[in-house]
């Protein structure tokens, strides 16, 4: 796992099943989306889970493993490329680079 990036063994959610936020410190809700897979690195592909962007991190939620999630702090979150080549990876992907704290 890169730097920045935490592995969590617990889920902390809410009764809606969304991780809990630090609205104390100002942390917002911003997008999610459902049915997102997840590749690190060189690492297998995660099976789908929920991506949660937030004012201050980007969290993903295993369906399959409902102890198994990600979440990483950010400075600054943008969109690197969109891929539809199979040659360079066996599915259709997005690449994002977060600049973490």
């Not at 592995?7 to 959610?13: A, E, Q």
């Not at 809606?16 to 897979?37: Q, T, Y």
């Not at 990600?70 to 990876?89: K, N």
Request: charge should be negative; charged fraction near 25%; include cysteine.
């Amino acid at each position: 796992m890169g730097l920045g990036l935490l592995h969590f063994d617990g889920r902390i959610v809410d009764d809606d099943g969304r991780p809990l936020l630090e609205s104390d410190d100002g942390e917002e809700l911003m997008h999610v989306e459902p049915g997102v897979a997840v590749a690190l690195g060189s690492r297998s592909m995660e099976s789908p889970g929920t991506l949660y962007v937030t004012s201050r991190r980007v969290i993903w939620l295993s369906d399959a493993d409902k102890g198994k999630w990600y979440a990483v702090d950010f400075l600054s979150l943008s969109l690197h490329a969109v891929s539809r080549d199979l040659e360079t990876y066996p599915f259709p992907c997005i690449y994002t680079q977060v600049f973490d704290l």
